[in-house]
């Protein structure tokens, strides 16, 4: 069995990688034998974000695990989350999948909510669909079809392929990202999907505004609330 971490919350808040406040992980082995949850919350981080979720995804599994009614386990994708991009990616890739097929395989009724900010967005999506940008050859779902329709609900943030037109957007994106994805995209998803994209966003948008990039937890609520009714 692969060696899975699973999300402790502390209670003293410390300054992330994007100067938000945040609470301390720490992490401990899932023991054999823990109850399956009802869902699963994978969170892959942004860029420099230290290992966990990360300033925005911590909040978002908080959120959703004190909303449901379901019982929820977070965990974050182990991967450098550098810049190191392609290689990154590749490796965060890897790891989700990995994530998703441990906990399938020891729990039949479980179900995935996968959720990307930033780079991890791009993860999360080149995970479901592949994928073909800055450079990198085109590479199949590392995610296989009958596990991909246990994924419930796709959250992505900032996401650098994000493209303008989708059904699935949210917020007020309305030019294709610095590396669209391309034809194709995450249409099998369309209808789990939410991807949120402010204005001028400097990575989803090839915008100018860091702030922009940085703005995201307005969107937790409705995040949380795609996860409800995409359960009930």
Request: proline share 5%; glycine share 12%.
């Amino acid at each position: 069995m692969r060696l899975r971490t699973v999300l402790t919350i502390a209670a003293t808040g410390v300054v992330g990688a994007a100067g938000l406040l945040v609470a301390p992980l720490t992490f401990a082995a899932q023991a054999p034998g823990n109850a399956c949850p009802d869902v699963e919350v994978i969170g892959a981080r942004g860029t420099t974000e230290r290992p966990g979720l990360g300033v925005l995804l911590t909040p978002l599994a908080q959120r959703i695990t004190r909303e449901l009614p379901q019982t929820v386990r977070s965990t974050a994708v182990d991967y450098p989350a550098s810049f190191n991009y392609t290689a990154s990616v590749r490796q965060g890739v890897t790891s989700l999948a990995a994530d998703v097929r441990e906990t399938a395989a020891a729990c039949a009724g479980t179900k995935f909510v996968l959720a990307g900010y930033s780079q991890g967005a791009d993860v999360v999506g080149d995970a479901l669909v592949g994928g073909a940008v800055r450079g990198r050859a085109v590479a199949q779902p590392a995610i296989p079809a009958a596990l991909a329709d246990r994924v419930v609900a796709v959250l992505l943030f900032g996401d650098p392929t994000f493209t303008a037109g989708e059904d699935f957007n949210v917020g007020d994106g309305t030019r294709s990202g610095v590396f669209p994805r391309g034809a194709g995209g995450l249409d099998a998803f369309a209808d789990r999907t939410q991807s949120f994209c402010n204005r001028n966003d400097r990575f989803c948008q090839g915008g100018t505004s860091l702030a922009a990039h940085l703005d995201y937890t307005k969107f937790l609520d409705d995040a949380t609330d795609f996860v409800s009714q995409q359960l009930n």
